[in-house]
Structures are given as C-alpha cells and as structure tokens.
C-alpha cells in the first residue's frame, strides 16, 4: 500500500482530548488536513467517501467542543463517519478499512469507545441518543448527548417518531441535521450564521425562558408570543415543524464554516432541553470530482486521488451484475406491460432503478428512506390493478416486516419484491448482510420465493413473479453471476418445479440460487447428482423425494442462514412426508459474520466447492448409518 504523506498538524492528534488543545485558529487547518487524509486513504481502499468529506468540518468542531466519549455522540447510518474513526484512534488503521479483520466500514460499539451505538441502516440515531440521554437523566449523571442525521435518513418515519417522543419528554438531547441537499445558497450565509449564533446564545435563551416563565400564566399571551417568535423565525429558517415538535430550532448555517460552527455548538451546550440544529454541507466537499457527482462517489472502490478515476480492476466475469439483469428486465417489462410501477426506498442507483426512472417517470417512486411505506404503497397499487414491483435490498426488507406480512401477503396482493444483496454481501459487514430473508419470508403464507441460480434465469424468475396471481419474491446476490448468456424472452417457469443440472451417483446436492455454481464443479469432482432447486417455497417435493429414494446423502446448499432457511425446509418435506434418510444442510452460521470480501465469508461457512468436496469424500470413508439426519 502506497505509503501516506504526513501531515504537521493531524500528525499530532491521537484523540479528540488533543484537538481541545488547539486554538479555534487552528481547526481550519486540521480539518483540511483531515480532508486530504481522507481522500489518500480511501483511493487505497475504497469505502464511502462523499459523504465523510462533506462532514468533515462537522467532525472537528463536535470532538472539539464536547467531551467525547463522555458526551455521547451518535451517528446516523454511519456513510460519514471516517473522519471520526481518524480522530478518534485509528488513523494508522484505516488502511484496513471493510478488510476482513480490519476496521469496519460504520461506526462499531466493540471498535473503540468512541463509537456510542452500531449502526449501518438509516434513521436510528435520534431514538438511540434519546434512550442514552434518558439513561444519563435517570442515573443522575450529567453528560450531552448529539445525534448526528441527514436529511436523506429524516424521510423516515422512525425519526420523526423520535423527535416527538424527545419533545414531549423535554430531554436533553442535541439533533444536528447535516443537509447535504441544498445548496448553501443566501439563505445559508452571513446573517442566517449571525442569527444563529444569536439565537443559541445565552442572552436569547435566558429572556426566552423567562418570558416563557412569566407568561405562561397567562395562556392567551404566551400562545401570542410563542407564535410570533415561531413566526419571526420561519421568515428566514425552516423552524416551525421543529418547533412544534418541542425543539428549539436554530439553523440553517454553513457546515464548512468552522467559527460559526464552534462558536454555535457552544452556545447550544450551555443550553439543556431538545435543540435541534440545522446544518448545511456539501457532499464530496474538496474533491472536485466527488462535489460534481456525489452519487458516484457515495461508495467507490479504490481510486486515483489526482483524477479521481478507478484503479484498473483485475479481470473477471464479463457481462451485467444481477442488479443490471434486474434493471434490464424492468424497463422490457414495463414497455410490455402498461400497469407495471416500480417502487424503492431511497435505492435508485442501487438498486437498478436509474434508467427506468428515466424512461417511465410517471410509474416510478422513490419514496424515501421509508420501506414501510414502500411495501404497503404496492400493497395499496395492488389493489387497484396495478402490478408494483418494489425494488428493495434484503438487510431493508426486514425494516418492513409487518407490511409484507399485514398489507401484502394477508390479503395476497399480486406484489413482486425483487430482492438485491441477498445472501452474503461483504465489506459493508453484517448491517449489509442478506442472510436472513429465505428464513424471514419462508413462514409466510401465500408468498411466492424464487432464488435463481444465474443471469438468465434471474430474468425469467422476475417475469414468473409479474405473471403470478399473489405475492412472490426473486432474491439475487450481490455482483455478477457464472457469466449465462440472457435469452432476451420471457418465459414463465413452471412454480415450484427445479430441475437436475447433473447426474451423478450415491450423493445429491441440492442447490439453492447462487450455491449451484459451487455444486456443480463439486459435483463434476465427486461424480454427485446436482439438483437446482430453484424456488424455496413452495419447495420441488417430488424431485426431493426422488433424490431421498436414490441417493445415499442428500446435501442442501443456500447462502442464508441454516436455522429456518432452505436447508431446514427441505428437513420438514422429508419429516412430513416420513422419509429417512442422511442429510447434512451447509448454509451461512448461527453468528454475525464480520466484514470481508464475499469469498472470504463463504470460505468461512464452508461454502466452497472445495469444501463441499470435503464434506462428501469424510462421508464416503466413514459412511453413516441409514436414516440419520444431520443439520
């Protein structure tokens, strides 16, 4: 790895007790330090960039002025958080970063004290800094507590729900929204800045509760007055809705303006109660290519730090990623079909959606960081005739449990969830995992659940699931797959029929979506019968059962965890149905997998084909006993 320059002033920070002492005059130049750091850091190793550099002034003035880690500070989804991970102790490790082994790519409780509350999916912060300034309340001890959220994560609902919960509880809790969506335009300038200070001030805080104190025995004129400050307000801030949600807002200002930023956050500790402060930020800020295209660079591989281009990357499969099969798919399908809407919860580029936003608008939703409301949103198209199709990465499906099952399934509404990063996903680390979605969505009555094993039959599955009458489910891995040729058809497939991709003798595996690539070269090295099985549920019962009559060793492939998924539906036919006979289920383990490149996990779960190999040459030599079941 490329050795890093130095830097004369981050090169004397080990932790944020050093940054308090500096002299206001010298924050700028650290932050800007910081800034270059950044960027030489995650050329290297790739990571989310955009959003760390847009908050780096942010992060300087908060380790600044509060007492961290006593005062507790909380990030929100954790995408800009690596400026906090170099201040905070582990600079000279950040060239580990999402390595197996190395720094975890959002903040982490067990990587260091800093790290107040794990996160990774949006929206979280406002509700964990409450329960922590709660616990300091009840306790007796007196410490601040700031959670950090963008504006993308306050489009969930979860946060608005803690805001009135910490407004109504006259907590003690600082909210900072970091607004990376706006512009700082004139409103975001000298006299917002100076207003702010102003109204964080001491002088404005002790005459406002005062008046409040006087007044408020007199409702009709504290009602008049605490109308005409909100309204005074609002004719240059955005604070009503805050204020009525028992905040005392202060805001907007320039988020890379570090005096204002000091000299505001200082103001609003020596304050108490709910404050709410609104900040204004640029993402990508200081890297030209990064503030020109943010989206490109929310997370990137590893980069040249002068041009801002991708390092060469080493050769690989050619030809579309799932995500690209899916976003193909769309767009054909909805030149097809006029009733087609597609729907995602703030995952457009993730999720393939881009194109056909371009090309359907009027049948596209991006409803925000909101996958309750996503998934009841198709529930409620449904119902109407409309064939909705939400787009929705595995670990967030989970955030709308309820839906799917309540508003979705219950009353068996023709809605495809086309499911991405399925199974095991990588650096991002087990907030990103899909490994629970076949154990989650098998329980569930009327839905459909295909896993399709390469590019092509992606393509067909998805046309399988708009086709069908209830809800179903297509769940794909994250990348490419085994490099199949798409037939540009559609052909629907026969629903909960699989199929034998190889003949072989004694043993059978059974694969599930993306494991059958392994399988098949075990198999081709074992001479072992391979079977796709192609949907979960419901589950080929006569192909399971003719394999149990003829082999000796039923093995079940999946990469989702083993307790509930494929693998253990397979043991429930075979109970069901009373047949015996030896099985062994490999799958994903009963634990949180940390951080690593996807092969690196499956290796870990002995997912391998060499492991598979493994596990069938052990049975060969020490057969079992007839009829034992091994899970």
């Given amino acids: 790895m490329t050795q890093f320059s130095t830097y004369p002033l981050l090169d004397t920070i080990q932790d944020p007790a050093d940054i308090r002492q500096l002299k206001l005059a010298g924050l700028q130049e650290?932050?800007?330090?910081?800034?270059?750091?950044?960027?030489?850091?995650?050329?290297?190793?790739?990571?989310?960039?955009?959003?760390?550099?847009?908050?780096?002034?942010?992060?300087?003035?908060?380790?600044?002025?509060?007492?961290?880690?006593?005062?507790?500070?909380?990030?929100?989804?954790?995408?800009?958080?690596?400026?906090?991970?170099?201040?905070?102790?582990?600079?000279?490790?950040?060239?580990?970063?999402?390595?197996?082994?190395?720094?975890?790519?959002?903040?982490?409780?067990?990587?260091?004290?800093?790290?107040?509350?794990?996160?990774?999916?949006?929206?979280?912060?406002?509700?964990?800094?409450?329960?922590?300034?709660?616990?300091?309340?009840?306790?007796?001890?007196?410490?601040?507590?700031?959670?950090?959220?963008?504006?993308?994560?306050?489009?969930?609902?979860?946060?608005?729900?803690?805001?009135?919960?910490?407004?109504?509880?006259?907590?003690?809790?600082?909210?900072?929204?970091?607004?990376?969506?706006?512009?700082?335009?004139?409103?975001?300038?000298?006299?917002?800045?100076?207003?702010?200070?102003?109204?964080?001030?001491?002088?404005?805080?002790?005459?406002?509760?005062?008046?409040?104190?006087?007044?408020?025995?007199?409702?009709?004129?504290?009602?008049?007055?605490?109308?005409?400050?909100?309204?005074?307000?609002?004719?240059?801030?955005?604070s009503t809705l805050f204020e009525e949600l028992g905040f005392n807002y202060i805001g907007p200002i320039d988020g890379h303006d570090m005096d204002t930023l000091v000299k505001t956050l200082k103001n609003l500790s020596h304050l108490k109660g709910p404050r709410f402060l609104h900040v204004v930020?640029?993402?990508?800020?200081?890297?030209?290519?990064?503030?020109?295209?943010?989206?490109?660079?929310?997370?990137?591989?590893?980069?040249?730090?002068?041009?801002?281009?991708?390092?060469?990357?080493?050769?690989?499969?050619?030809?579309?990623?799932?995500?690209?099969?899916?976003?193909?798919?769309?767009?054909?399908?909805?030149?097809?079909?006029p009733r087609l809407v597609g729907i995602t919860p703030a995952m457009r580029e993730g999720s393939g959606l881009v194109e056909f936003s371009e090309q359907f608008p009027d049948r596209y939703y991006d409803v925000g960081i909101a996958e309750q409301h996503a998934v009841t949103l198709a529930a409620g198209l449904a119902c109407e005739g409309l064939k909705p199709v939400v787009a929705i990465y595995s670990t967030f499906l989970q955030r709308a449990y309820d839906q799917l099952i309540h508003d979705v399934a219950l009353q068996n509404l023709p809605v495809l969830f086309a499911i991405d990063r399925a199974g095991v996903v990588g650096p991002d680390g087990p907030t990103h995992a899909g490994s629970f979605d076949l154990s989650y969505l098998r329980c569930i009555p009327n839905l459909v659940i295909m896993a399709p094993a390469d590019e092509n039959e992606c393509r067909q599955m998805l046309y399988t699931g708009i086709q069908y009458p209830g809800p179903t489910a297509v769940r794909y891995p994250r990348g490419k797959g085994p490099g199949v040729a798409i037939d540009t058809a559609m052909t629907p497939l026969a629903v909960g029929r699989g199929e034998i991709r190889r003949q072989g003798k004694r043993v059978a595996l059974l694969a599930f979506g993306c494991m059958l690539e392994a399988a098949m070269q075990a198999g081709a090295e074992t001479d072992a019968t391979v079977a796709n099985m192609r949907f979960v549920k419901p589950l080929d019962e006569e192909l399971i059962l003719k394999l149990a009559g003829s082999h000796d060793l039923l093995i079940t492939l999946e990469d989702n965890v083993i307790m509930g998924g494929a693998g253990s539906a397979v043991l429930e036919t075979l109970h069901r149905r009373q047949v015996k006979t030896n099985v062994i289920n490999l799958g994903l383990p009963d634990y949180f997998q940390e951080h690593g490149s996807r092969e690196e996990l499956l290796a870990d779960a002995g997912l391998t084909a060499g492991d598979i190999i493994d596990r069938i040459e052990t049975y060969r030599q020490q057969p079992l006993a007839k009829h034992v079941t091994l899970a």
């Fill in 30 to 238: 650290l932050a800007d330090e910081l800034r270059t750091f950044l960027i030489e850091s995650v050329s290297q190793t790739g990571g989310h960039l955009a959003a760390g550099l847009g908050t780096v002034e942010l992060t300087v003035a908060l380790h600044y002025v509060f007492n961290t880690p006593e005062d507790r500070l909380v990030w929100d989804v954790g995408h800009q958080s690596y400026p906090h991970k170099i201040l905070t102790g582990r600079r000279e490790l950040m060239q580990s970063l999402r390595k197996k082994g190395g720094l975890a790519g959002f903040p982490k409780r067990d990587e260091s004290p800093y790290d107040t509350f794990g996160v990774g999916h949006s929206s979280t912060s406002v509700s964990a800094a409450l329960g922590m300034a709660l616990a300091s309340r009840q306790k007796g001890e007196s410490r601040d507590v700031v959670a950090v959220i963008g504006d993308g994560a306050m489009t969930a609902g979860m946060a608005f729900e803690a805001l009135n919960h910490a407004g109504d509880l006259d907590a003690n809790l600082l909210v900072i929204l970091n607004d990376n969506d706006m512009s700082i335009s004139q409103n975001v300038g000298g006299l917002s800045n100076h207003l702010a200070r102003l109204l964080s001030g001491k002088f404005y805080a002790s005459v406002r509760e005062s008046s409040k104190k006087v007044l408020s025995s007199i409702p009709s004129v504290w009602e008049l007055a605490r109308r005409t400050e909100e309204h005074v307000k609002g004719m240059v801030v955005p």
């Fill in 281 to 337: 930020t640029r993402k990508g800020k200081g890297f030209k290519p990064a503030e020109e295209n943010p989206c490109a660079y929310h997370g990137v591989g590893p980069f040249n730090p002068e041009s801002g281009n991708a390092r060469t990357a080493s050769a690989g499969i050619s030809g579309p990623t799932y995500t690209e099969v899916f976003g193909n798919w769309l767009c054909d399908m909805a030149q097809r079909e």
